[in-house]
Every structure is written in structure tokens, then in C-alpha cells.
């Protein structure tokens, strides 16, 4: 494994982190921003603003980009031209924020919430899980996750696994034909105290997970097996990518804090490392 390499600063809170056509996506949470960077030059594309807090990102069958907009509770669409719409409303269905998303290839997109008001210090109640079809028809698919945050779909299957900040664990599901999420089961239990925030699945089917409070990233098999640990000096570990042209590229996404008071200061910054397939 390489040593880091810092690739953006002067970021607040990075999150969403996405590798699509070549280039690395993220959002920056507490500006209301989305960006296209490109690594190898170290440039970055302001493709989309918004008046909110955007956070999961992923895109449709027509390469339409979707933005989870958290505090108004809309998945907004992105056309080519820039332009913004709304793809899905999911504020009547939750009264609290929305999460991370994660994007089939037939533009299937599911969704997680809060569940209550992380920000106003609030009771912690059980989170949900929404499908929104590639039309925006909302539906809510799970009830009682423990505050439901990174998503992947494993490579090659129809298992969506889900971070569950709260409850240190990956939490898995089967993907029905219509959509229906069933079969919920631990995919993986994290050391106590981790809380899994952003995910990211290499090719072998192993997930990355930031480690928010914890400043670590770790790469863990179905069952537990943890194979790799990175650790973020101390900096909050918010998101993490698989990119690059042999998609050994892990971006690192870090801040200072996570509440938007104290991320003012721009201490937010992106890394790489040259990560080798575990052979094991």
C-alpha cells in the first residue's frame, strides 16, 4: 500500500463520493455544491448548486445525475444543460432528513433517512430505507434501520448492503424483482464503536467503510473478516471511492466535524492511495 497523496483541500464536509466516466464526483455537503474532479490533473467542475444539503449522488439510464438533498427530503435531477429539477419529494413520506443513495443500472435508486433530528441533538428513532423508481415514484421499503447511511449493490448480485452508523454494522438485503427489499440480515458487524458513514464495494465484492468518529477506513468481508485499515490521523472519515483506471484508487474524503458550525474553518480535503487486491 502507497502513502497518501493529497489531492483537494479547502473543502468543508466531502461526501457522496462517486467514481463515473473517469472522473470522481462528491459532494461538499455544507456549501450545496456538487463537483466533477478530475484526479490526474487535480481540477475540479462545479457541475450543480443547491440550496440544501446535498449528500448521496447517482444517475439514470439517460446519465441524468440524481443529488439527495437532505434537509428539504428531494432527490433533485441534474440534466446535461445543468439544470435542476425535482426527480422525487420524499418529505411527506419523513419528517426527518434524507441520507445517501445508491443508483441501479436501470436507474432504480434507494434512499436512507435520518429517522430524527441528528442536528437538534433529538431522541434516535429507527430510520428508513425508500425506493424511487426511474420514473420518481417514492416508496418507502424498510422501516427500522439504525440511522441508515452509505449503500452499495454488491457487484454482479442483487444484495444492497447498507451502513447502519448507529449499530457499528453493514446490514444486507435481497433486491426483489419489483423492487421490494427482503431477506434483512448482518453483513457484517464492525469493531464497537465504529460508525460506518460512507461505503464503497471493490470488484471481489469486499466493502470499504469510513469510520466517521472513529478516523479509520476499513475494508471488510462478508462475516467480518476486515483485510485492510487505514487510518485518518484523527480527521473524520466521511466517504470513500474505488476509482481510477484499475479502479485501485482509494479516495479518501475527510473533514473536521460533521456539524456545519464547525466546518466553517474549510479544513475538508480528499486523498488517494494505491490499494492492491487482497489475494487471501
Excluded at 428531494?74 to 426527480?87: C, M, P, T
Aim: hydrophobic share 40%.
Amino acid at each position: 500500500m502507497s502513502e497518501l497523496s493529497l489531492l483537494f483541500s479547502d473543502l468543508r464536509f466531502p461526501e457522496g463520493a462517486r467514481w463515473h466516466r473517469d472522473r470522481l464526483w462528491f459532494s461538499d455537503m455544507h456549501t450545496g455544491q456538487v463537483f466533477r474532479a478530475n484526479p490526474a490533473t487535480r481540477t475540479l467542475e462545479e457541475v450543480a448548486v443547491v440550496d440544501d444539503q446535498p449528500s448521496g449522488l447517482g444517475w439514470l439510464p439517460d446519465d441524468s445525475l440524481l443529488v439527495s438533498c437532505m434537509t428539504d427530503r428531494k432527490v433533485r435531477r441534474v440534466d446535461a444543460r445543468g439544470r435542476l429539477s425535482v426527480h422525487a419529494d420524499l418529505s411527506g413520506m419523513t419528517d426527518a432528513p434524507i441520507n445517501d443513495l445508491v443508483t441501479d443500472r436501470t436507474g432504480r435508486t434507494f434512499v436512507g433517512g435520518f429517522g430524527y433530528d441528528l442536528y437538534a441533538d433529538a431522541p434516535l428513532r429507527p430510520g428508513p430505507i425508500f425506493r424511487i423508481d426511474a420514473d420518481g415514484r417514492p416508496a418507502l421499503v424498510e422501516k427500522d434501520m439504525v440511522f441508515p447511511n452509505g449503500m452499495v449493490v454488491l457487484p454482479g448480485t442483487t444484495t444492497l448492503v447498507v451502513a447502519e452508523t448507529w449499530a457499528a454494522r453493514l446490514t444486507a438485503f435481497d433486491i426483489a424483482d419489483n423492487g421490494d427489499l427482503t431477506g434483512k440480515r448482518i453483513w457484517a458487524d464492525l469493531p464497537p464503536g465504529s460508525t460506518p458513514d460512507g461505503i464503497c464495494v471493490d470488484p471481489a465484492g469486499r466493502v470499504w467503510v469510513s469510520s466517521i468518529t472513529t478516523s479509520q477506513f476499513l475494508r471488510v468481508e462478508a462475516g467480518g473478516r476486515f483485510t485492510r485499515t487505514i487510518d485518518a490521523g484523527g480527521r473524520c472519515a466521511t466517504d470513500c471511492v474505488l476509482g481510477g483506471p484499475d479502479s485501485t484508487t482509494l479516495f479518501l474524503l475527510t473533514s473536521n466535524s460533521w456539524q456545519p458550525s464547525e466546518t466553517t474553518v474549510r479544513a475538508g480535503r480528499i486523498e488517494a492511495v494505491d490499494v492492491e487486491p487482497d489475494r487471501s
